[in-house]
């Protein structure tokens, strides 16, 4: 077995996470191979590298090449490789079959998938090469995101996950979540399901509302669908795709791309990387905003909501509890939309424990990943913001949700101070 | 002097990574969430609460935003009507304000006070922020239509080790790496996931240029937005608290002792002035020397760490042989026989200073005496140096203008 990361193959270095990942090993001076189709790619993944340390001091770290000329020098030296090639299946198991030709034996694999199964990325392999694999699901930018979820199959020898897991804690310093070999992992599951929702609700009350009334104020980041644009609605369809044809639970038709979207894909307007998604920039700097009904862009409405904005005016002086007071205090369509979208976050998550994350972690697996990965709220703090278990278990009980039994009966949320204000942004 | 003992109850510092412009905050949520975070992290109870002391430099060029004492009274409905206080001293305005509470303290005016050292900085572009940090020198001759004057003037502070002593800039890129290496132990410092290593710090490169005489990039402290809060007490206060919460009164620190000088403003007259004596900025010395000689400190050996004011490696370097660990001009000395670093006879900068930790201008001395408490009961995490009992601190205003040292200590 390894016991040391001495050198690391990146497969897949002309790709953000390759290039960011394989950056952050090389920022602890170990040795790394960027490997890529071309030369020319993995040079480019070495620039990304670069930025990211803002130093070019790491180059002296990193060996560019390509699969042909350089894979096998590198793959019999490595002690871990980082698998980062496209998202398709054929792909990574064409690149495992020439891993497995030239890898010295126990090094370990990790891939980098988010939606693909493990067991079938593995299957025709050794008993060595599935011994030694793994997925370690790092999140975009790693240098600002710190979560990796990490989850072996049945095969994975379990010091060799725990290896794994201690080394990018240790050495990359993660915030390492184990999570359970399903498709999606913890994350994306519950990100996805939120943005499915949303984009469900589109259709009725548009690209500009459901951003505004779900909008970084309810504890995230970014408004959610502008974060989809910045993800792109083709992978978008294929996380969708993975999750409802490998996971199975009450929210499983939820994970069905509308129409619409389909429809976008086909037009090109993929989001940030195409000419529009659900937001487009035109000339004047403005942006308007897909109209699924039309399929064609409508110039802002700007909507103006008395709740909402003076939940962001406290937000803004550090009021947070009195933000979501406010919320759950008006009474109006567009505040239930607001509540439902939190129920759902948090029924949904606190549903998933012992199905993503291993029980006996409780929510703290998930909300690590929530806001180490997506820096969305942790579903435990919307909790606490919501008035502790018992008041959200009612206000799930009001609006029919099914009630977690690891709300009921799990423990008491409070959420210190020092990892609440961050996720509330005054927009 | 009239008054007794001085003791800290202990605080809260904000995260200094993160980015509260970016969070469309106000200031007075920083100031709010270190005092609610101060609520949790000690027993103390609002309602005992006599007085709000506020460090902050320039609240009124950064964010439009004057009177910041009056901001704690909207932070509990008990403070309606309690006295708030305002320090400014540019870098050393946390400390200023202080000094101030110790005095009511001391005077028996109030036995219980909270401290809050506040700044937000990252609602401006750099070349803004470094034309009012040059208000913190003599503006009109020393700033006024120089870009990043500031660091110039610590440029020259180098450069008169220089002169006088030889210096070899090695030492400062080794010392800005010692403290993005000891940031990295500490959860709230800004820098904890940056990329630092020697080469790095001592190569000139295009992400480490020179941005003004001899300072690069990596010899600056950092643009942070910051608060920090934290509760002083009288002894009779202290001694009902540690009984009402089960504790023991020889088990909180105190404030054992400070020393506090002011220069006049122009650095090139400071270095006319210290011109043939022993140490360059000599008022420096004299407020720790000071400090020492209040606290019983015999020497900079008697103390287990100290928590330096590194706005720039050039001011580390001089408070290297200001607090004595070497003779005047052989710092580089500490700084090769490794005395300064984590595991180091006496370390600097444990938390990773401005350099590593961030330098909220007017909280950075506040956020070096909740360290110090941190260090001194033993509750630095990652960062503790064992068995920590006396820490020292050194808060600089302007260019070594005000000087703060204080000793924390059981």
Redesign the interface.
Known sequence: MINAIRKVAVLGSSGTIGSLVGGLFAQQEIEVFFLSRSLQGAKAGLKKAIIQARSEVISRYIECGDYDHSLQTALQEADIIIESVSENLEIKKNIYNRVERYRKPDTIIGTTTSSLPLTALAEGQSENFKKNFLSTHFYNPPGKMLACEIAGTENTDMEVYRFAKKSLKDILRRVVIPVKNIPGFAGNRIAFLLFSKITELVQEYGVEMMDYLIGPYTGRLMPPLATLDLVGLDIHKAIMESLYENTCDEMHDCFKLPDYIEKMIDMGLLGSKTKGGFYKKVESGKHVFFDPTTCDYVPAIEPHLAFIEKAKNLIRLGMYREAFETIKNTQSKEAEIVLDSLCTYVAYSFSRIGDVTEAKYGINGIDTVMSSGFHWAPPSLIVDMLGGNKDVVKLLNAKGFEIPETLINGPTIKYPIHNSGKFFIAR | MKGDKIYILGG?QT?FA?NWH?????I???M??AY??SL?STAVQPGDIKAAFIGNFAAELYCMQGLLGAFFVDFDPRFKGLPTHRFEAACASSAIAALSAIAYIKADIYDLVCLIGVEQMKTVNSTKGGEFLGTAAFYEKESEGIEFSFLRLFGKLGDEYNKRYGLDDSYLARIAEINYRNA?KNPNAQTR???M?F??AN?I????TIVGGRIKITDCSQVTDGAVCLYFASEKFTADYVEKNGLKLEDIPQILGWGHTTAQIEFASKITDSQGQNYILPFTRKAITDAYKMAGVKDCWDLDCIETHDCFTTSEYMAIDHFGLTKPGESWKAIQQGVIELEGKLPINPSGGLIGGGHPVGATGARQLLDAYKQVTGTAGDYQVPDAKKVATLNLGGTATTNVCFIVGK
């Open positions: 809260y995260d993160r970016k969070e469309n905050k106000h007075s949520a920083m709010r969430e609610q975070g949790e990295r996931n940056w990329f290593n080469e790095h190569t490169g295009s992400y480490n």
